[in-house]
């Protein structure tokens, strides 16, 4: 077996996954959504970069985990969203944490919201990659 070369830097993707329950209702909808509701969201932030040779990872999970539960998490779960997103839509939802997060984690690109275990949102930043 050949030994692994840590000196290869190719691009790689890093995914990590994060789940908080919340309630919102949707101002702007007319339908059942209407209505103050509650949801058992999934996430996934997701980071690309070169691998470090030195530590032979993109990030560390552990602080990614911290960050996202520092900014994010800390600021939703077991909340109503709409104390802290005028319209909080599963898409107004992915873009709030892509900006919140993205002063944080150098290399993120995309965040995956599932609002429901068979509906997602994905987000790219304002690039949209």
Known sequence: MAPIDY???????????????????????????????GHNYRFFVALEGE????????ADFGDVKRIVQEHVLARVDHRTLNDVLDNPTAENIARWVW???E????????????????????YRGPGGR
């Open 103 to 122: 002063p944080h984690l150098p290399g993120l690109c995309e965040i995956r919201l599932y609002e429901i275990p068979d509906s997602c949102v994905t």
């Open 7 to 37: 000196t290869d830097r190719r691009r790689m993707r890093l995914d990590v996954e994060f789940y908080f329950a919340a309630a919102h209702r949707l101002p702007r909808y007319e339908g059942p959504c209407f209505r103050m509701h």
């Open 51 to 58: 691998v470090d040779p030195a530590t032979g990872m993109i």
């Open 99 to 101: 900006e919140v997060l």
